[in-house]
């Protein structure tokens, strides 16, 4: 099984710039999350789509930072302007649920690693 | 979600049992325990998941109290590559709420 794609692996950008990440799932999941994890703090959860529609998205700031998913596979994290304070890593996650029983874990890609100068 | 309460750090030599705690006082009958690691620069990896019974998988045991307020988790054997940050999550909705963690450090 192939795990979840992300791209780029690292990204250096000046402040104010955009950035947009991207990620493909595990094909068949429905579900699909984005994290933020800054240095040293456990993974914070962004957004979450179900299929292409939005579960949750009341971390996410708006004010910035924009998500889709599209077709309901894979999704763009899109940060515009960027902060010195959005340096993290950008996770992305899916899972596929069984009725609301979570079959297993998540999977997670590798991260982006964004650093705003 | 249920807040759960990790030691910041752990020691564990390599080949001996590592044991890592979880409370989780104020769980709901229907919320679920979840431990994932996290080896430097790359993403949590699932270990385990419980409800009420222990489980076990090929990477570890999960042992959860009779009143479900705490957990163990329990890697038998560790080795080096076993150093890692480890998260405990209890979970009734749908998405994973991480906290910070314990990190687990073995040594030879």
């Known amino acids: 099984e192939a795990g979840v794609a992300q791209s780029p692996r690292y990204k250096i950008i000046e402040k104010r710039q955009s950035v947009a990440f991207w990620c493909n799932p595990i094909?068949?999941?429905?579900?699909l999350y984005w994290y933020q994890q800054i240095l040293g703090q456990g993974p914070k959860l962004l957004i979450q789509f179900q299929n292409n529609g939005v579960v949750d998205d009341s971390q996410l700031p708006k004010d910035r930072f924009s998500a889709e998913r599209l077709k309901g596979v894979d999704s763009t994290l899109k940060i515009q302007p960027a902060k010195l304070e959005d340096s993290a890593v950008y996770l992305c996650a899916s899972s596929s649920y069984v009725g609301q029983t979570l079959a297993g874990g998540y999977t997670f890609g590798s991260g982006t690693r964004l650093t705003v100068v | 979600d249920a807040k759960t309460t990790q030691p910041t750090s752990m020691d564990c030599a390599e080949g001996r049992a590592a044991n890592l705690p979880c409370n989780h006082s104020t769980i709901s009958g229907n919320e679920y325990v979840y431990w994932y690691r996290q080896i430097h620069s790359q993403g949590p990896q699932y270990i385990i998941h419980?409800?009420?019974n222990n489980e076990t998988n090929e990477m570890a045991s999960l042992i959860i109290t009779e009143d479900r307020k705490s957990s163990t988790l329990i890697l038998p054997h560790a080795t080096l590559r076993d150093t890692a940050v480890y998260y405990c999550i209890v979970k009734a909705g749908t998405a994973l709420i991480f906290g910070k963690g314990t990190t687990l450090s073995v040594s030879s």
């Open positions: 419980g409800l009420k």
């Open positions: 094909s068949g999941h429905a579900t």
